[in-house]
């Protein structure tokens, strides 16, 4: 796929772009909902205080009791079983997963398109479009 032609180089960083962008969002989801035998996380990221995509979603949406419990959660010095489960419950409620899973999917969406502006052969576009469904659609 070796070019010296800009406006497919430029196009195709747009689609790693846009592409990595929906990883990291697909990494975030797993973070938190994804199965501990997959991927060895164990809502590893709440554990952890990552504000990942969906935390940052549920305090930008979150009121009252909710927004309390969480910010709570996440200022004290070590997390417990029962706030991981509050958590869950918590971003469950607000449809954090759905928000967060929806944006992986926007950029997924955005890669593929500027993949297609980029006019390379199909087969070489096929190639970089089943690495990308894979990458979205992974579940470790």
Known sequence: ?????EPVIEGLGRFGWRLGLAFQIRDDVLGIWGREQATGKSTSDIWEKKKSLPVVYGLGVASGQDREELLGIYRKK??????V?????????LGAGDYTQGMAKRYYGEALTELEATGLPPQAQ????EM?????????
Not at 78 to 83: G, P, V
Not at 85 to 93: F, N, P, Q, S, T
């Open 78 to 83: 070590a997390i417990e079983k029962d706030d």
């Open 132 to 140: 990308a469904d894979f990458l979205v659609e992974r579940e470790y």
């Open 1 to 5: 796929m070796g070019t010296d032609d």
């Open 126 to 129: 096929e190639k970089l479009r």
């Open 85 to 93: 489960a509050k958590v869950l419950e918590i971003l469950d409620r």
